[in-house]
């Protein structure tokens, strides 16, 4: 338990640790493996569902926060850092994606700790010159994430490598169905725009040759009447067009480019909160159910902007 003079900690990605939080002691590391296996945390909810498939039968996957919170707006509690400090690994998405992660890493002073960057050996997609963080929208980088992530828990663990292995070879067949799946309901529609309120879907219109347009680069961007403007004139004209917002994002700005198109905004989750790993045997479930729901909602888009 943490000491009681240790104060709620709020950490954001604009932040650091106060001064108190950073010198207040925490529990010692240690392996965690009786019981369940190694403790492994992760940031983003898919690459919970990965690291959960892949270290099935030896490690105990848990987020890096609790509770379903947008990974743009981070709180951390001390809770969250005493997690953090019994952990051996730590798997992050990066491309930017975690800017805080580096703070709570001071904070939690755990040395025996390993960071693994799934983003290491992935070529992203770029939105005018940025790189894409969204890897896992696209399944094709999800399993070189994927691999990533395999060879970072064998060398924290090596006595589990063979178990690490053969779940991964099976999640990456898994993976590899989803993407002929989603490429044989897109293939008709090469071409077509996929609009959105700030870059998230680079990735995915990327590997199914999707023409990309956002109002902004960032979700901290708010867009003038000029990214508004720019973005009717991209969509104006014949052809299929779509444009998605996220679940339970604000759409006002975008639901009055939809009503001047003649256009009805249709919803693409990121997923960067919100998805819980499934019971049984794939727990990346909840992933490719998203994945799929979100090709349906652009079909059904790209069909209706086409009548």
Not at 79 to 102: C, H, K, M, Q, S
Request: aromatic share 4%.
């Amino acid at each position: 338990m943490l000491p009681t003079l240790l104060p709620a900690l709020l950490l954001t990605a604009c932040g650091a640790p106060s001064r108190q939080a950073l010198e207040a002691p925490l529990p010692p590391a240690s392996d965690n493996r009786p019981g369940g296996g190694i403790r492994l945390l992760t940031t983003v909810p898919p690459l919970t569902l990965f690291t959960s498939a892949i270290a099935a039968g030896c490690g105990r996957v848990e987020p890096l926060v609790s509770g379903s919170r947008d990974v743009h707006d981070l709180r951390a509690t001390p809770a969250d850092l005493a997690r953090l400090r019994t952990a051996r690994v730590l798997v992050i998405n990066g491309l930017g994606l975690e800017p805080f992660v580096p703070a709570m890493l001071r904070a939690a002073a755990n040395p025996a700790l390993k960071v693994i960057d799934s983003s290491d050996g992935v070529i992203p997609a770029r939105h005018n010159g940025l790189a894409d963080p969204h890897i896992w929208l696209d399944p094709r980088r999800a399993q070189d994430q994927v691999l990533t992530i395999r060879d970072g828990l064998i060398a924290a663990d090596p006595a589990c490598a063979s178990r690490y292995r053969t779940n991964t070879s099976a999640l990456q067949g898994r993976l590899r169905a989803l993407d002929r799946d989603l490429a044989s309901r897109l293939a008709p529609w090469r071409g077509a725009i996929l609009a959105t309120p700030h870059a998230f879907a680079t990735s995915f219109a990327d590997r199914y040759d999707l023409r990309t347009e956002a109002a902004v680069r960032t979700p901290e961007e708010r867009p003038t009447p000029e990214d508004l403007r720019r973005l009717m004139d991209r969509l104006r004209g014949p052809g299929p067009r779509a444009l998605v917002v996220e679940p339970g994002g604000e759409s006002g700005s975008l639901e009055g480019v939809a009503q001047d198109l003649g256009l009805r905004p249709t919803t693409f989750d990121p997923m960067e909160s919100g998805l819980t790993p499934a019971s049984g045997t794939q727990p990346e479930a909840p992933y490719a159910a998203t994945l799929r729901r979100n090709t349906r909602n652009l079909v059904e888009a790209f069909k209706a902007s086409s009548r």
